[in-house]
């Protein structure tokens, strides 16, 4: 069984910075891509930013300039760093994962989610 525990949301005001963690736990082979997704009220879930094993990131042109996504795959961790945070972004933010996992001599590939944590700015 994997799974991922995200954590490091809260409330923070415009311009503030917050930094959410997710650890990846269980019987894993590999990990490949991680994502951060995030999900407003009464909109669609969006991908934020998105790091590979080798470290080549992605980001919404929402955040570009502004959040920052890397990951320890030691520690089987991915961050997001968020820097100059607004109002829009306000949101539950989801860490997604591809995880490898070996059963007997055979690897299927699994897409984990997180439970998601709550980001809110506001004044």
Not at 54 to 74: C, L, Q, W
Not at 91 to 118: K, M, S
Request: hydrophobic residues 35%; proline residues 3%.
């Amino acid at each position: 069984q994997v799974q991922l525990v995200e954590s490091g949301g809260g409330s923070v005001q415009p311009g503030g910075s917050l930094r959410l963690s997710c650890v990846a736990s269980g019987s894993i082979f590999m990990i490949k891509t991680m994502d951060w997704y995030r999900q407003a009220p009464g909109k669609q879930r969006e991908l934020v930013a998105a790091i590979t094993p080798g470290g080549s990131t992605n980001y919404a042109d929402s955040v570009k300039g502004r959040f920052t996504i890397s990951r320890d795959n030691v520690k089987n961790t991915v961050y997001l760093q968020m820097n100059s945070l607004k109002p829009e972004d306000t949101a539950v933010y989801y860490c997604n994962a591809d995880v490898q996992v070996l059963t007997g001599d055979q690897i299927h590939e699994l897409d984990i989610w997180g439970q998601g944590t709550q980001v809110t700015v506001s004044s």
